[in-house]
């Protein structure tokens, strides 16, 4: 059986708002929020747009600190991780100064729960 990704109307409606943040000046910082009921697709659209977009994807998990976090971004960037959560916050910054990127965290509500965010 072949795998093929559906374009549905929620991919299409989720493809067209990412376009949308991305067509804004970049001095404008930007952030959004993809919710809904358990099962309509979202971290799989976020997958193949992450993939399709050379984008930063940290999946949150259960018990995750803001260190743990920021640990992922920056592996996810290709660097390792300093100690403090300071300095691999910097560099983080900084890499992404150099070669912007949208960082998508799914399953954020683990965060919130942890009081990460």
Same mark, same amino acid.
């Given at each position: ?5 559906? =374009?549905? =109307?929620?991919? =299409? ?8 943040? =991305? ?28 993939? *399709? ?47 912007? *990127? ?16």
């Amino acid at each position: 059986m072949n795998k093929k990704f559906v =374009k549905t =109307k929620n991919v =299409k409606e989720f493809v067209g708002f990412m376009e949308e943040l =991305k067509s804004l000046p970049l001095n404008i910082p930007k952030i959004a929020l993809v919710y809904g009921d358990y099962g309509l697709g979202k971290s799989e659209t976020i997958k193949w747009w992450t993939f *399709k977009n050379d984008c930063v994807y940290v999946r949150a998990t259960k018990g995750m600190s803001v260190r743990w976090l920021l640990s992922e971004i920056a592996e996810e960037l290709g660097e390792e991780p300093y100690w403090h959560s300071q300095e691999t916050f910097n560099m983080i910054e900084n890499k992404l100064r150099q070669n912007p *990127k949208t960082i998508i965290i799914d399953e954020v509500d683990y965060l919130i729960n942890n009081n990460v965010i």
